[in-house]
């Protein structure tokens, strides 16, 4: 008798397991990374062919397509803002006293040397709503047991129009990525080595970013802090902001 019931609990998970769709794993991710509001505090070690360098930030962000950053250090990248209002973007140089309008084909081009682009960093979208996906099958990544997914842009204007996500089956967080474009060539690729709990939620703490058109090793992405859903007031993403 204790046989069938537990056969009668575990065959539906079995089954569940392998019917998933890509929809219902993108909305697993979604809930996962996604929030109303949110505060993170990070770290860029870019390491490039002439050495590595440190970065630090704080970035403000909401659901409107709204985010703000402002570096902290080093020294010479101290004072840089940047703001993002739905699909323009401006930076700010305390050194030079200037706002620049970052748009078009510029959106895609490296952040401070970084293996990251300006749309990297500000991305801010729910998957669902930019991707369709379909799983092709399961993976053992950095030994977790992944799902592979492939996803389809919904739109022509995302920076990636193909990517292949291999989703950890138990915690529903991507522990590897590759970005294609339009044609199929790989653009880049992302891999989680450290993954942390929060709010009843797993996120990626620090991930590995590498362009693969470029040299160097790749730039090492870190959250030090990170609050969801907080208040954060609306004067926070607007042009004033900027140059205070």
Not at 103 to 114: D, I, K
Not at 157 to 166: D, H, P
Not at 201 to 226: A, C, H, N, Q, Y
């Amino acid at each position: 008798m204790m046989k069938i019931i537990i056969y009668a609990i575990v065959l539906p998970i079995i089954l569940f397991g392998q019917n998933i769709t890509g929809d219902e794993i993108l909305r697993q991710l979604d809930k996962n990374r996604w929030s109303k509001t949110s505060i993170v505090v990070s770290t860029m070690k870019i390491n490039g062919k002439r050495g590595t360098r440190t970065i630090t930030s704080k970035t403000w962000m909401n659901s409107e397509d709204q985010s703000f950053t402002e570096y902290l250090s080093p020294a010479r990248q101290k004072g840089v803002k940047m703001l993002k209002l739905g699909d323009n973007l401006w930076t700010y140089s305390p050194q030079a006293d200037r706002t620049i309008k970052i748009a078009g084909h510029m959106l895609r081009q490296s952040l401070m040397g970084s293996d990251l682009s300006y749309e990297d960093m500000m991305e801010n979208n729910k998957l669902i709503e930019a991707y369709k996906a379909t799983v092709t099958g399961e993976e053992i990544i950095s030994g977790r047991d992944c799902y592979v997914l492939e996803l389809s842009a919904v739109e022509s204007n995302l920076a990636y129009q193909k990517r292949k996500l291999y989703v950890d089956k138990i915690r529903m967080v991507v522990i590897k990525e590759e970005r294609f474009a339009k044609s199929g060539k790989l653009l880049k690729t992302t891999l989680t080595e450290e993954v942390m709990q929060l709010a009843g939620r797993w996120i990626p703490k620090k991930m590995i970013f590498k362009d693969v058109l470029s040299e160097g090793s790749g730039t090492e992405f870190i959250i030090d802090e990170i609050e969801f859903d907080v208040e954060i007031p609306q004067t926070v993403f607007s042009k004033a902001s900027l140059r205070k």
